[in-house]
């Protein structure tokens, strides 16, 4: 899914909204769901230093920083309209992807100091092992990781 304005904090959480209102209205309400919201999207909802994303789209299992365990490494977010479950990926997973996706062009370096400085900020810093412990999770290592991104 992609918004020609693009996606902020507040018009994200109202689409996650209308989307388990559709859901619920379509599978009725003994039917939950879930979804790990990744990259820009769980920046916007885990941090105030990125005002908004383009694209949030099911392509993202065609890129080179899917992995299929996501979501072991998600956390709680919201829960919409009793029936859909939103999840977002952790801070030092969200960095271990962002490196992975070797997108020099993108804001992947900016979304990781980003990351890391809010993460300081709330008092919860992380270290160079606990990035080095999400890649090896995620990507079995570091081979694979960019060189312009190490």
């Given at each position: 899914?992609?918004?020609?304005?693009?996606?902020?904090k507040e018009?994200?959480?109202?689409?996650?909204?209308?989307?388990?209102?559709?859901?619920?209205?379509?599978?009725?309400?003994?039917?939950?769901?879930?979804?790990?919201?990744?990259?820009?999207?769980?920046?916007?909802?885990?941090?105030?230093?990125?005002?908004?994303?383009?694209?949030?789209?099911?392509?993202?299992?065609?890129?080179?920083?899917?992995?299929?365990?996501?979501?072991?490494?998600?956390?709680?977010?919201?829960?919409?309209?009793?029936?859909?479950?939103?999840?977002?990926?952790s801070a030092?997973?969200?960095?271990?992807?962002?490196?992975?996706?070797?997108?020099?062009?993108?804001?992947?370096?900016?979304?990781?100091?980003?990351?890391?400085?809010?993460?300081?900020?709330?008092?919860?810093?992380?270290?160079?092992?606990?990035?080095?412990?999400?890649?090896?999770?995620?990507?079995?290592?570091?081979?694979?990781?960019?060189?312009?991104?190490?």
């Amino acid at each position: 899914m992609s918004v020609e304005k693009g996606f902020t904090k507040e018009n994200l959480d109202y689409y996650l909204k209308e989307l388990a209102k559709e859901f619920r209205k379509r599978n009725g309400k003994n039917m939950p769901a879930e979804i790990v919201l990744v990259g820009g999207a769980a920046i916007l909802a885990n941090y105030g230093f990125r005002e908004m994303t383009y694209d949030i789209n099911a392509d993202f299992k065609n890129t080179s920083s899917y992995s299929p365990k996501l979501s072991q490494y998600s956390k709680y977010y919201c829960t919409c309209s009793n029936v859909l479950n939103i999840r977002t990926i952790s801070a030092e997973y969200l960095i271990a992807m962002k490196l992975m996706s070797r997108r020099r062009y993108k804001k992947d370096l900016s979304d990781i100091i980003g990351i890391l400085s809010e993460q300081e900020r709330m008092g919860e810093s992380l270290s160079y092992q606990q990035i080095d412990c999400a890649v090896r999770n995620l990507y079995g290592g570091w081979d694979h990781i960019s060189e312009y991104a190490v």
